[in-house]
């Protein structure tokens, strides 16, 4: 959640957010998504993640996220 309470009417999904997902390699520039209309977002669970191995951390570009936004969260988490 982006707002700084519970999601209510002025709330809206932010689409066109960058999300980017890093691994244990510093070197490595990570796997980026974008948030679809509805805000949710995910990463291909049968992606090759070798290059840099977990554990993950995500991050988002919040150039496009105001106050009354909100991003949903990934229904499923990527082990490895």
């Known amino acids: 959640m982006v707002d700084t309470g519970a999601a209510g009417s002025n709330d809206l999904p ?5 999300m980017t997902l890093k691994g244990s390699n510093p070197a490595h520039p990570g796997w980026t998504t974008t948030t679809k209309a509805d805000g949710s977002w995910s990463f291909p669970a049968s992606a ?3 290059a840099s191995p977990g554990p993950f951390t995500v991050t988002l ?16 988490r990527v082990t490895a």
């Open 61 to 76: 570009n919040a150039d496009k996220v105001n106050r009354d936004g909100y991003l949903a969260p990934s229904p499923s």
């Open 48 to 50: 090759d993640y070798s």
């Open 14 to 18: 932010v689409a066109g957010v960058t």
